[in-house]
């Protein structure tokens, strides 16, 4: 599969617009780079980036072209390599980290249906991804954890037909983009005969490890299929290139919201003003900051993590200071699949009977005039 050797999407001889050249995604995801021979040509790698790809047990490796264009040929600090490069670390164990750190396999009662909230439900729907993070909470990759082919998209629809508080299903993976259109297209399209379900989301890294994959005719596959968000993840400023731009235009001027869930890694985005860079990135090409999640605790992930009270400083440190549109939710996805809590510094500094005292952007004091009067009935409606 890998027999020819890749070549960055920047370099003059792939300048073509044919699909099957550098521009298109199925040549991307047939010419990644994955091992050490293949990488060595593009990077100066560093002694435990060598190290890493000879650990055992080793998650798959796997980057995209383009992605690999991204990255500093020379730094092995680069926030694009830190993500895809291995480690020999990603191997280890650190404490209370497991394989299975949001306990997913205990809330899937059919095979690829993750359903731990009441109105909303994960498919897993790909075993793949452009690019295999070093951070991925689903490094698992479980075959047995994904729908399998149509009969398994038929017992999933089967569930959710009998599953009347299901409005919302997220379509995960994997990243589902590695599907073509017309998978995507069936996919979609049982979901939608479900009369109850009433948005759809994709979980996608693709706009940043491969945006070539956004082409006008999966904007259109999925408007079609809409209301439909796409929700992606991007960790660094660096990764809002123009052509993740451009794939997010496509996506969002189809009319597919966007927004962004973040992951706070440690060297990489930890730090303020890099995720405020990030953030104000995200809202220029029309992608809401959505969540940034404190690391999951999968086991090799140990050297991204950070403090859970750092992270909660960061971001309520955004607040006042940058646009409130620019601001993601701090949150954490309690182990054990407790499911996702909000975490910010608490706000309120006293309250009295007619008054609450709170903190502001800035740390002064402010008073509110509270009311004693909780009767909060309204018109019945609907
Ligand atoms: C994160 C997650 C969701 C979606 O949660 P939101 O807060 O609505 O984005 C749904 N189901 C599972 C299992 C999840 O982990």
Same mark, same amino acid.
């Given at each position: 599969?890998?027999?020819?050797?890749?070549?960055?999407?920047?370099?003059?001889?792939?300048?073509?617009?044919?699909?099957?050249?550098?521009?298109?995604?199925?040549?991307?995801?047939?010419?990644?780079?994955?091992?050490?021979?293949?990488?060595?040509?593009?990077?100066?790698?560093?002694?435990?980036?060598?190290?890493?790809?000879?650990?055992?047990?080793?998650?798959?490796?796997?980057?995209?072209?383009?992605?690999?264009?991204?990255?500093?040929?020379?730094?092995?600090?680069?926030?694009?390599?830190?993500?895809?490069?291995?480690?020999?670390?990603?191997?280890?164990?650190?404490?209370?980290?497991?394989?299975?750190?949001?306990?997913?396999?205990?809330?899937?009662?059919?095979?690829?249906?993750?359903?731990?909230?009441?109105?909303?439900?994960?498919?897993?729907?790909?075993?793949?991804?452009?690019?295999?993070?070093?951070?991925?909470?689903?490094?698992?990759?479980?075959?047995?954890?994904?729908?399998?082919?149509?009969?398994?998209?038929?017992?999933? !629809?089967?569930?959710?037909?009998?599953?009347?508080?299901?409005?919302?299903?997220?379509?995960?993976?994997?990243?589902?983009?590695?599907?073509?259109?017309?998978?995507?297209?069936?996919?979609?399209?049982?979901?939608?005969?479900?009369?109850?379900?009433?948005?759809?989301?994709?979980?996608?890294?693709? @706009?940043?490890?491969? #945006?070539?994959?956004?082409?006008?005719?999966?904007?259109?596959?999925?408007?079609?299929?809409?209301?439909?968000?796409?929700?992606?993840?991007?960790?660094?400023?660096?990764?809002?290139? @123009?052509?993740?731009?451009?794939?997010?235009?496509?996506?969002?001027?189809?009319?597919?919201?966007?927004?962004?869930?973040? !992951?706070?890694?440690?060297?990489?985005?930890?730090?303020?003003?890099?995720?405020?860079?990030?953030?104000?990135?995200?809202?220029?090409?029309?992608?809401?900051?959505?969540?940034?999640?404190?690391?999951?605790?999968?086991?090799?992930?140990?050297?991204?993590?950070? @403090?859970?009270?750092?992270?909660?400083?960061?971001?309520?440190?955004?607040?006042?200071?940058?646009?409130?549109?620019?601001?993601?939710?701090?949150?954490?996805?309690?182990?054990?699949?407790?499911?996702?809590?909000?975490?910010?510094?608490?706000?309120?500094?006293?309250?009295?009977?007619?008054?609450?005292?709170?903190?502001?952007?800035?740390?002064?004091?402010?008073?509110? #005039?509270?009311?004693?009067?909780?009767?909060?009935?309204? #018109? #019945?409606?609907?």
């Amino acid at each position: 599969m890998h027999d020819q050797a890749p070549i960055p999407p920047s370099s003059p001889q792939t300048a073509l617009e044919d699909v099957e050249t550098a521009q298109g995604w199925r040549w991307q995801m047939a010419h990644r780079v994955c091992t050490l021979a293949q990488m060595e040509p593009h990077l100066t790698l560093s002694g435990s980036e060598r190290s890493g790809f000879s650990a055992p047990g080793l998650p798959v490796v796997a980057v995209t072209p383009y992605y690999l264009s991204l990255m500093d040929p020379t730094d092995a600090r680069c926030p694009i390599r830190q993500q895809a490069l291995p480690h020999p670390d990603d191997v280890q164990r650190g404490v209370g980290e497991r394989t299975d750190p949001l306990g997913e396999r205990e809330r899937t009662p059919v095979p690829g249906l993750i359903h731990r909230y009441p109105d909303r439900a994960v498919l897993l729907v790909a075993a793949d991804c452009p690019v295999r993070c070093r951070h991925c909470n689903r490094r698992r990759r479980d075959p047995g954890e994904l729908i399998g082919g149509d009969a398994g998209l038929e017992e999933a !629809v089967r569930y959710l037909q009998g599953a009347p508080q299901v409005r919302e299903v997220i379509l995960s993976g994997g990243d589902p983009l590695t599907l073509d259109d017309a998978a995507l297209e069936r996919i979609c399209g049982r979901l939608r005969s479900v009369r109850h379900i009433e948005v759809l989301r994709v979980h996608t890294r693709a @706009p940043v490890t491969c #945006p070539m994959r956004v082409t006008d005719d999966l904007a259109r596959v999925l408007a079609a299929a809409g209301p439909l968000y796409v929700v992606t993840q991007f960790n660094h400023p660096r990764e809002v290139t @123009p052509e993740a731009a451009a794939a997010c235009a496509r996506l969002v001027d189809a009319g597919l919201p966007m927004a962004n869930q973040s !992951v706070l890694l440690r060297g990489v985005n930890s730090d303020d003003a890099i995720l405020a860079a990030l953030c104000r990135a995200l809202v220029r090409i029309r992608v809401r900051p959505y969540y940034l999640f404190q690391l999951d605790p999968v086991v090799g992930s140990e050297r991204f993590r950070t @403090p859970v009270a750092a992270g909660i400083e960061l971001v309520s440190g955004m607040r006042g200071r940058i646009s409130g549109l620019s601001i993601p939710t701090f949150a954490l996805d309690a182990p054990g699949g407790f499911g996702k809590v909000a975490l910010a510094s608490p706000a309120i500094v006293s309250t009295a009977p007619g008054l609450v005292r709170v903190r502001t952007w800035r740390g002064e004091v402010a008073s509110y #005039p509270d009311t004693g009067d909780s009767d909060l009935t309204c #018109p #019945p409606w609907p």
